[in-house]
């Protein structure tokens, strides 16, 4: 576990080390995410730290760190419970600052970590039945893109809405009574978070 996530350390490190030392300003913040439902799991909700490295008036860099929960849903490939998910994400940002409005567009690479929490009721149901599965995702790079804005709401803080698009095909490996297969369920993602940034 350790060696797959050597990636996200990476990137936590520049986010939070390097990225604050050069640039226009560096803007740390907080969102709150909704997950909007997709093949596999329904709405969801999860937060996020982020921080933006103002290069210019045009250019912005950002890294983030998230997650979410969601419900699985009925007739997909996932047991019944909770999809979870753990992002990091490094993008770059086209910004067009306006007044007291910053419109963005860009996008980016991430690292998902992605996990399924089977329900108490699957598990009675396994265990009355006398059966037995487990499943376990393989953790992936995937691309996002994403949009929206910030607006200047006090010298040093900025309130903002991002929508994302997240492309996600992790392997799935489920093991069963009946031996062990493997699956690509499909996990791409729109999201929607409300954040507020603050000027360092």
Same mark, same amino acid.
């Given at each position: 576990?350790?060696?797959?996530?050597?990636?996200?350390?990476?990137?936590?490190?520049?986010?939070?080390?390097?990225?604050?030392?050069?640039?226009?300003?560096?803007?740390?913040?907080?969102?709150?995410?909704?997950?909007?439902?997709?093949?596999?799991?329904?709405?969801?909700?999860?937060?996020?730290?982020?921080?933006?490295?103002?290069?210019?008036?045009?250019?912005?860099?950002?890294?983030?760190?998230?997650?979410?929960?969601?419900?699985?849903?009925?007739?997909?490939?996932?047991?019944?419970?909770?999809?979870?998910?753990? *992002?990091?994400?490094? $993008?770059?940002?086209? /910004?067009?600052?306006?007044?007291?409005?910053?419109?963005?567009?860009?996008? +980016? %690479? =991430?690292?998902?970590?992605?996990?399924?929490?089977?329900?108490?009721?699957?598990?009675?149901?396994?265990?009355?039945?006398?059966?037995?599965?487990?499943?376990?995702?393989?953790?992936?790079?995937?691309?996002?893109?994403?949009?929206?804005?910030?607006?200047?709401?006090?010298?040093?803080?900025?309130?903002?809405?991002?929508?994302? *698009?997240?492309?996600? $095909?992790?392997?799935? /490996?489920?093991?069963?009574?009946?031996?062990?297969?493997?699956?690509?369920? +499909? %996990? =791409?993602?729109?999201?929607?978070?409300?954040?507020?940034?603050?000027?360092?």
């Amino acid at each position: 576990m350790i060696r797959k996530t050597l990636p996200a350390v990476f990137l936590i490190a520049y986010a939070v080390f390097i990225a604050p030392a050069s640039g226009d300003g560096f803007e740390p913040g907080l969102g709150f995410v909704f997950v909007v439902p997709n093949n596999e799991h329904n709405s969801g909700i999860g937060a996020q730290v982020n921080g933006d490295l103002i290069a210019n008036d045009k250019f912005t860099f950002r890294g983030i760190i998230g997650g979410y929960q969601a419900g699985t849903k009925s007739d997909g490939q996932l047991p019944p419970g909770d999809y979870r998910q753990i *992002f990091f994400e490094a $993008n770059g940002l086209a /910004t067009f600052p306006s007044n007291n409005l910053r419109p963005y567009i860009g996008g +980016g %690479l =991430g690292y998902y970590v992605s996990d399924v929490v089977q329900s108490d009721s699957f598990k009675a149901q396994l265990e009355e039945e006398g059966r037995f599965r487990t499943d376990e995702f393989d953790n992936i790079f995937g691309f996002n893109i994403r949009g929206g804005f910030l607006f200047h709401a006090s010298p040093k803080v900025w309130t903002g809405l991002d929508a994302k *698009f997240t492309t996600l $095909n992790p392997t799935l /490996t489920t093991k069963t009574d009946d031996g062990t297969r493997t699956s690509k369920p +499909g %996990l =791409g993602t729109l999201s929607l978070t409300l954040f507020i940034n603050w000027r360092i």
